[in-house]
């Protein structure tokens, strides 16, 4: 039986609403599926009420994006697992969600300064168009590059980044992030269990990605996503392995963001993933 447990929805930076993304789940015949919007759990009631109707198990998480900090070169990015839904669209007061809704604040001069930026470039967009993208989602850069391909700007999302809104192009703006340490701490006060979305994305090969991975296992680290969507068998093979020499358990998922990524499906990512359910099993035997 196959799940998947990474996905994000219009709570983030996704195109289906969190209750969409459930349905895609049933009718891709997963047995489970986890939510694991960016830097947020507003989409997580709507998504567990909608996984009861479809009967399939809903994982409540999120995906945080964590601060370089100057040890490694790309981006990391933190899925928790197993976030308590009982108290609500905000989780009560759980110290994970309660950060989030500091970080929302921050968020919004940043996106004007993006906005701000690409009309000093000659883009004619508005913060209004923006957030209209977004809805009631936290506004991220995909909502910025869908808009700029409504005004003609750009022919594609990916161009999008490519030319304007990537680290290093010209509307590229640094955000305020959550440090490792602080992440994985929140996380496990918050009664999560860690693993690490797409790994290679860090930008470390070798004997660095594998000094750095024993670094976050000791810090506390639960697991490893090798079994990534856009990933080739022989890298999630290895990833596996880097996992498994640091004691942790994998993860896998497709990272399905709908319009947004369309070559990503939820259950299939490109075409050929099939997470096995054992894996939720081994996470959720991590849960303290």
Known sequence: MAIDLHTHST???GSASPAEVVRLAAGAGLVAVALTDHDTVGGLAEAAAEAARAGVRLVPGCEISCEPAGRFP?????????????GG???????LPARFRELREARSTRNARIVATLNDHGVDITLDDVLAEAGD??????HVAAVLVRAGAVASVQEAFDVWLARGRPAYMERDRLGVEEA?????????VTSVAHPHSIGLTGDDLDAFVAALAAAGLDALEAVYGRYSPSERDDLAELAARHGLAVTGGSDFHGTYKPDLAVGTGTGDLAVPDRLLDELEARLR
């Open 11 to 13: 709570a983030s930076d």
């Open 74 to 86: 790309g981006t990391m990015h933190l899925l928790v697992y197993f976030l308590d839904v009982s």
């Open 89 to 95: 669209p905000d989780l009560g007061t759980l110290p």
């Open 137 to 142: 989602g936290t506004v991220g850069r995909p």
């Open 184 to 192: 994985l701490d929140l996380a496990r006060a918050s009664g999560g």
